[in-house]
């Protein structure tokens, strides 16, 4: 029988084919036999047995093969697949190790197991574009041994979210009294983002464009951004500015809010609600995520989304989208309580003197 890698070794190996995978933009599908309903049972032993002697049937000799959870589920790495994003080769896949496991479990154990494939690396064309955790068991780790850090993150945001909401209010009831007296519609701006590992939320703001407009200009405009083919100098004579400086949507009142980041000020709210941090990289729309490359995702994957971050205070809008997501990943890589203190220190003086809000 061939050899199952402790959990420690599988995972270290499952992440180190998710980055090639980054690099490389191969896909990649981990295959997962869930037993761990199976613990409490007395055939236990028994049914881990014959789950290792499924895997062994389904994997080739060159697919590593080892406990994503000790001794409660069995993971398999199926590499160089190329069809593995299509459907009908993934349905094969399962019923083969379905058959596998019929093979060699008793009909009552079945009832015990459960079998999931994931594909990593795949396009983002069906409507759920989350991220899957499954990928990312060191991430899930890290934040598991700095549950305290973690703790103290959640008790800063909160404070410090109040403690905005109380001293701003005046901000807060003058820009909802000038936005309703100079423009039709509603206060707030609600959008739906995504937070993180791609989960939904939605995005509190004060309204700074027109009612009822239609966001294929920005979709189009953020595509050209993140691809790389949009001329920074076009609209800012020469100037190196990655944001639509004339977008025909925005009000008048709106410019002034977007150029004071008075727009954002709502997002108090969703920090408090626990979607948002007070510091963390941009929550991105759904349509900006679908353009991603691999390694851009990783953006949304690491950390909490933020009102602020390393982005706003190193260059904001005259930073290319590549760079952008290299701040987003250096702050999650450095992350601590004294970094966050430092942006948001930064920040006030980046709105007040940064000039490129738009």
């Known amino acids: 029988m061939f050899k199952i890698l402790p959990e420690e070794l599988f995972l270290g190996i499952l992440c180190l084919?998710?980055?090639r995978a980054e690099r490389s933009r191969k896909k990649f599908l981990l295959l997962l036999i869930d037993a761990e309903d199976a613990r409490n049972s007395d055939r236990n032993s028994d049914i881990l047995a014959g789950v290792v002697k499924?895997?062994?049937?389904?994997?080739?000799?060159?697919?590593?093969?080892?406990?994503?959870?000790e001794r409660a589920v069995l993971g398999i790495i199926f590499t160089e697949l190329g069809s593995a994003e299509d459907a009908a080769a993934i349905r094969r896949l399962q019923a083969k190790v379905h058959a596998a496991l019929a093979a060699h479990l008793a009909p009552q154990d079945l009832d015990f197991v459960g079998v999931s494939v994931h594909v990593f690396g795949g396009d983002s064309d069906d409507d759920d574009i989350s991220a899957d955790p499954i990928f990312y068991p060191d991430l899930v780790h890290e934040q598991e041994s700095?549950?305290?850090?973690f703790l103290?993150?959640?008790?800063?945001?909160?404070?410090?979210?109040?403690a905005a909401i109380i001293v701003l209010s005046p901000l807060f009831v003058i820009a909802a009294v000038v936005i309703k007296l100079t423009s039709e519609g509603p206060v707030l701006f609600k959008q739906e983002r995504l937070g993180q590992f791609g989960k939904p939320f939605t995005c509190f703001k004060f309204r700074s464009m027109k009612a009822n407009n239609n966001h294929q200009i920005h979709q189009e405009f953020i595509t050209k951004v993140i691809k790389g083919t949009y001329n920074a100098g076009e609209e800012q004579e020469g100037a190196c500015i990655y944001k639509m400086t004339r977008d025909p949507r925005v009000t008048p009142v709106g410019q002034l809010l977007r150029r004071t980041s008075l727009d954002e000020l709502p997002q108090f709210f969703n920090v408090l609600k626990g979607?948002?941090?007070l510091?963390?990289?941009r929550p991105p729309i759904a349509y900006e995520y679908k353009e991603y490359d691999v390694w851009h995702r990783r953006r949304v994957?690491?950390?909490?989304?933020?009102?602020?971050?390393?982005?706003?205070?190193?260059g904001r809008s005259r930073v290319r989208f590549d760079d952008m997501v290299r701040l987003d990943l250096q702050y999650a890589r450095y992350w601590s309580l004294w970094l966050d203190i430092r942006i948001l220190l930064a920040t006030p003086r980046a709105v007040a003197f940064g000039g490129d809000a738009f």
């Open 301 to 314: 994957l690491e950390v909490k989304p933020g009102i602020t971050g390393l982005w706003q205070v190193r």
């Open 146 to 149: 700095k549950k305290l850090p």
């Open 54 to 69: 499924a895997a062994d049937v389904a994997r080739r000799e060159t697919d590593p093969a080892g406990w994503y959870k």
């Open 279 to 281: 510091v963390g990289p």
């Open 275 to 277: 979607d948002m941090s």
């Open 17 to 19: 084919e998710r980055k």
């Open 152 to 162: 103290l993150k959640r008790v800063m945001d909160v404070l410090g979210s109040l």
